[in-house]
């Protein structure tokens, strides 16, 4: 009892610490880990095997960690499957970046459609849209968001609307496939989905639900969507300027089809992500020999202690319990009514997301969905697509939801572009209600 105590108030105090966000969330999470496994399971449980458990190390050593070949992957403490596929992720966008492949692409679009602003209102809203779906969804909005930033004091337009849509349109992309959020990496990794998988379920929700959402930013925005030149003549920036150099640019182009590639056959290869996130993270390294050290300079490495730290935590509320608690809590409020209990897991993971980090929520909520999978006899993979989608969805509410809306507001704030919670909320909330609304349908009319 008492390690469940303490547990429990370590995870509060986790959580209360993150959304202060008055100490660096990396900080948070590696201090309150480090209360779990010394406090929780060394003086309380004295549990060594707890606490290896949840270090999770000796995976390293297990082949199936690599190349998957018995069909599961262990899900228990630190999911180094994701920390390691995050890592060679990161490396590679850097090196696209550095390339000059996303300003590239943005002003290549912006050039097509003539510098039109509701034309590349839409465009950019699609282009985010696909972009998350298979690069971090941070990384799409910091380099989306500054172009259109550029483009709006050139044509002299507002960029505040087209950055909330760009937002909820990556967010709502990193929701279609395994690679395209966080939540989804660990949701996978954890459950052992494949890419495919996650494109034909979640990918087709978020698919419908981009056609409303293009629609509903296309209404309330018309009006903003206007630029502000009289007759003037102006020059445009040329798309190939932004190419840094054309051999980098080229290599990286190859490395990114190549993750594509081997993430959407990953099920047939049996590699897994952690080895797909090494080889393309080797591959950018040894094509781009002369900026390899500032590659791996600009890794985001407090992000990623942030997740070992997060699964330190999750993992001790699994090795006390709690979870199974909480599960069995979930359980008896719902009964026996299957089409409630997916109500409350998908409503519940988009309004939490709404207020705190989507990704400690979803490495928590894990455990607990397979809890009620095995107690209620619900198909898994169900309450794996609500969770995912409540997650990923629910972060796209509120300013602090998901990392890439601090990112855009961030940038829109440089550029003299205030955007306040008033603001974002008025747009931004009943866009999310409304693909809740839709994916709740679809998952009840599909697999119900």
Known sequence: MAAQILAVIIFVLMFVLIVTERI????????????MLIVVFGICMRSSEAVMKTLNLKTFLDSNFWILTTGEESSTGIN?????????????????AKAGFFRWLCLGIAKAVKYKVQSIFLTFMIMSFILAMFIDSITVILFLAAVTVELAQLLKFSPVPMIIAEIFCANLGGSATMCGDPPNIIIGTSLNYSFGQFVTNTGLIAVISMVFVVLYFYIVFRKHLKSDLKGEKIKY???????????SFAVSCVIFGIAVVLLVTHAQTGLTVATIGILVAVLTLITTPRHAVELLKKVDYETLLFFIGLFVVVGGLEQTGILELIAGFIAKICGDKILVMIAIVLWISAIASAFVDNIPFAATMIPVIKTLSSTMGVDLSILAWTLAVGTDIGGSA???????NVVGISAAAKSGHLIGWGKYCKYAAP?????????????????F
């Not at 660096?24 to 209360?35: D, K």
């Not at 596929?85 to 590679?92: P, Q």
């Open 24 to 35: 660096p969330r990396h900080f948070v999470t590696l201090g309150c880990g480090a209360l």
């Open 80 to 96: 180094w499957a994701t920390i390691i596929f995050i890592f060679g992720m990161m490396i590679m966008v850097e090196g696209m």
């Open 237 to 247: 920036p040329e798309p190939k300027e932004a190419i840094t150099s054309k051999r």
């Open 398 to 404: 509120t300013p602090i939801g998901a990392s890439a």
């Open 431 to 447: 866009a999310t209600i409304i693909v809740i609304g839709i994916s709740m349908a679809i998952i009840y009319v599909r697999y």
